[in-house]
T-cell receptor, first 112, second 113 residues
Framework: ETGVTQSPTHLIKTRGQQVTLRCSSQ?????VSWYQQALGQGPQFIFQ???????GRGNFPPRFSGLQFPNYSSELNVNALELDDSALYLC???????????FGSGTRLTVV | DAKTTQPNSMESNEEEPVHLPCNHS???????IHWYRQLPSQGPEYVIH???SNVNNRMASLAIAEDRKSSTLILHRATLRDAAVYYC??????????????FGEGTQLTVNP
């Protein structure tokens, strides 16, 4: 097992810019979810992909979008960055069927 | 999403057992009970999950009440490396429902040497 790999680990962007975060899922996992974790809080669900289709979305605006590729890797795109978007972004993958998720170490995004 | 209730913090001594409680009175029949923990500056780590029966793995044990309205995560011998925020989460196993992990505040576990 290779686990979940996220890139980059840290990123600084300017307000109004766009950012793409990448995630390589654990082998054999067809479900990937993205979470935003502000400092001192629990992770908040952004959206989930199952076999390349979005099948769940949290309370985030449309400028948060994503993709899942045939090899089950994934991207999170955020347009028109705001200062409040500064957070740790976590990717998690699962084989489905109620089983547990494997999380990556996250990407720390700072918007200035 | 069904909600869970956990104590904000708990304290334990090294090498002693720790029982972390979780209440989930609105659990539905298709919800699995998941536990994750998060160490500082790391992503959450899966600990254990179960549906109805008690579960054991190399990390911990999960005791589920007969009515499934509460559960307890048991660390048999706490170590300093077990100090973390522990989250109890309900997850619907029906994949097409777009199931997600809804994190609450969690329990901050402190382990004293």
């Amino acid at each position: 097992e290779t686990g979940v790999t996220q890139s980059p680990t840290h990123l600084i962007k300017t307000r109004g810019q766009q950012v793409t975060l990448r995630c390589s899922s654990q082998s054999g996992h067809n479900t990937v979810s993205w979470y935003q974790q502000a400092l001192g809080q629990g992770p908040q669900f952004i959206f989930q992909y199952y076999r390349e289709e979005e099948n769940g979305r949290g309370n985030f605006p449309p400028r948060f979008s994503g993709l899942q590729f045939p090899n089950y890797s994934s991207e999170l795109n955020v347009n028109a960055l705001e200062l409040d978007d500064s957070a740790l972004y976590l990717c998690a993958s699962s084989p489905g069927g109620g089983h547990g998720y494997t999380f990556g170490s996250g990407t720390r995004l700072t918007v200035v | 999403d069904a909600k869970t209730t956990q104590p904000n913090s708990m304290e334990s001594n090294e090498e002693e057992p720790v029982h972390l409680p979780c209440n989930h009175s609105t659990i539905s029949g298709t919800d699995y009970i998941h536990w994750y923990r998060q160490l500082p500056s790391q992503g959450p780590e899966y600990v254990i999950h179960g549906l109805t029966s008690n579960v054991n793995n190399r990390m911990a044990s999960l005791a589920i009440a007969e009515d499934r309205k509460s559960s307890t995560l048991i660390l048999h011998r706490a170590t300093l490396r077990d100090a973390a925020v522990y989250y109890c989460i309900l997850r619907d196993y029906q994949e097409t429902s777009g199931s997600r992990l809804t994190f609450g505040e969690g329990t901050q576990l402190t382990v004293n040497p």
